[in-house]
């Protein structure tokens, strides 16, 4: 089994896959809080709960994968890794994604982004655009041939209604659901629609701007966190894929190990 750990801003989230043929099975899936600490302690402790509470044995992981945009978090939770099954995890970073960049700056792509069109690129006909719906909604777009080419980068659902919120007196923090109309008939209902019709507004509006640029299709697989409420109203042919990140950690471990 492959341990991941995607090392996010909110979460950490704890996944253990197994490889079926091209893709992978997800074992199980475990969130915690992202705690900032240098405590090598306190990460070692945290994975073996994980593992307890997903009934694993720690001789059934064969090895890890990290993807972290958090560095503070990256090289404690590594020492703790090593502890306890004997080897570092490999870090998802261009090194070991095996993509081919076309960027000024390819060292300054995210981890996640990576993991990310790691897996379509294996998986999907491309070109092919990635969401990834959490903290920040990200866009990636991966070319004919495998060839990262780009993206966007926009403000996650909940990372909008907080800046919202904190911004306008007269706005309060709304609980997070699916909005009933696109015609708001309150304040709640009016930021919800905003929030989550406008996400999956803006998905479809930028993916035709992409398609329009390549001069082609693409492939469209949305993932993250907050996916589950703006996919149901993306008109644009899509899959839905919640583990897209764990699955291309697990590939660029792979990768990495037959080499």
Not at 71 to 76: E, K, N, Q, S
Not at 95 to 124: H, I, N, Q, Y
Not at 143 to 161: D, H, M, Q, R
Request: hydrophobic content about 40%; overall charge negative; some cysteine.
């Amino acid at each position: 089994m492959i341990l991941t750990i995607d090392i996010g801003n909110t979460t950490i989230r704890f996944c253990g896959l197994t490889p079926n043929g091209d893709d992978y099975d997800v074992n199980f899936s475990v969130r915690t809080d992202t705690v900032r600490s240098d405590s090598q302690n306190r990460y070692l402790d945290m994975i073996r709960s994980v593992l307890d509470k997903a009934n694993v044995d720690i001789k059934s992981i064969d090895g890890a994968a990290i993807c972290s945009v958090v560095p503070d978090i990256t090289a404690p939770m590594q020492q703790s890794v090593k502890a306890l099954i004997g080897n570092f995890a490999v870090e998802v970073n261009q090194s070991t994604a095996g993509l081919t960049l076309d960027l000024p700056e390819p060292e300054k792509v995210g981890a996640d982004r990576l993991a990310d069109a790691v897996w379509a690129k294996r998986c999907c006909k491309l070109p092919a655009v990635t969401v990834d719906m959490g903290t920040a909604t990200t866009f990636n777009v991966i070319g004919k041939g495998g060839v990262f080419l780009g993206g966007a980068i926009c403000a996650g659902i909940s990372t909008g209604l907080n800046a919202l919120c904190d911004r306008a007196a007269q706005l309060s923090k709304v609980q997070l659901k699916t909005p009933r109309h696109a015609i708001g008939k309150n304040t709640e209902e009016c930021m919800l629609s905003g929030a989550i019709f406008g996400a999956a507004a803006m998905i479809d509006g930028l993916t035709a701007r992409i398609e329009e640029e390549l001069g082609c299709p693409v492939s469209l697989i949305m993932t993250g966190g907050l996916a589950q409420y703006a996919e149901p109203f993306v008109s644009h042919p899509h899959i839905s894929e919640p583990d897209l990140l764990p699955k291309g950690m697990a590939a660029v471990y792979s990768a990495v190990k037959r080499r």
